[in-house]
């Protein structure tokens, strides 16, 4: 059986997200935004990490929707993009402790990284169950 291919353009939002993420991430302290009510609110910063690393798994895991392999296959590929999302996490917070001036390493932080990877690779595989691929 030929293996079949997905086009490198069905991977640009997932590729796109990722410079957005490293750009917001890897800015120095003093670029980071403040907007005091978005600061008021309890954790903020970790719903916004949650949200960052779950888009990027989401979104790299998108070409393999609606792509004709068996559901193993699929929940694999998934399974190797989670992985890679969180080894991003903790990457990008040994970053920041060592190369980023006004940031540092906040293991909550790549928790919540974390937390957003696993809850999008949680709706990919119910959407990839009920589309059909099981």
């Known amino acids: 059986m030929e293996q079949q291919?997905?086009?490198?353009?069905?991977?640009l939002p997932g590729i796109?997200?990722?410079?957005?993420?490293a750009v917001l991430t890897l800015m120095p302290g003093s670029d980071v935004p403040k907007v005091e009510w978005l600061d008021s609110i309890k954790?903020?910063?970790?719903?916004?990490?949650?949200?960052?690393?779950?888009?990027?798994?989401f979104l790299f895991s998108l070409p393999y929707f609606k792509i004709g392999?068996?559901?193993?296959?699929?929940?694999?590929?998934l399974i190797r993009i989670s992985l890679a999302a969180i080894v991003w996490g903790i990457t990008v917070e040994f970053i920041q402790?060592?190369?980023i001036p006004g940031r540092?390493?906040?293991?909550?932080?790549?928790?919540?990284?974390?937390?957003?990877?696993?809850?999008?690779?949680?709706?990919c595989i119910k959407?990839?169950?009920?589309?059909?691929?099981?």
């Open 69 to 77: 392999f068996p559901f193993a296959q699929k929940r694999n590929y």
């Open 43 to 57: 954790n903020f910063d970790k719903i916004v990490h949650a949200g960052l690393f779950g888009g990027l798994t």
């Open 104 to 123: 540092d390493f906040d293991l909550l932080d790549w928790a919540a990284d974390s937390a957003g990877v696993l809850i999008a690779f949680w709706i």
């Open 16 to 21: 796109a997200w990722f410079f957005i993420v």
């Open 5 to 11: 291919k997905i086009p490198f353009k069905k991977f």
């Open 97 to 99: 402790r060592f190369y």
């Open 127 to 134: 959407i990839m169950k009920h589309s059909g691929n099981k």
